[in-house]
């Protein structure tokens, strides 16, 4: 599978950006997909993931109720809508791809993709 992940930018805090990734290459509806994002001077770290079918979401304590992951598999697309942000969500933020049923770790996830930037204003 690769993706792409794009929509990232410069936001106030409080602002809002929505990120996509699209997949190509596989069945993407074969893979469940997440979000990690890396802060500067910090390691990658998981932010939210989604199950194959999209019934399931779970997400990291930080962004909850602030961030939503979705996905339409009928445009192999998934999204972390990201609402009510903070300077501290500032980092790289990737989209991964696992056959796994759902992961929460880096290494559990098979597929990367490139990054996109996001920052956040105080």
């Known amino acids: 599978v690769q993706l792409q992940a794009y929509g990232g930018g410069l936001v106030q805090a409080g602002g809002f950006l929505r990120l996509s990734c699209a997949a190509s290459g596989r069945t993407f509806s074969n893979y469940a997909t997440g979000w990690f994002r890396r802060a500067p001077g910090k390691e990658r770290k998981f932010v939210a993931t989604?199950?194959?079918?999209?019934?399931?979401?779970y997400y990291e304590d930080s962004v909850k109720g602030r961030f939503t992951i979705s996905r339409d598999n009928a445009k192999n697309m998934v999204y972390l809508q990201m609402n009510s942000l903070k300077p501290e969500d500032t980092a790289v933020y990737y989209c991964a791809a696992t056959s796994r049923g759902t992961a929460y770790y880096r290494r559990d996830y098979d597929y990367w993709g490139q990054g996109t930037q996001v920052t956040v204003s105080s």
């Open positions: 989604i199950t194959r079918s999209g019934s399931t979401t």
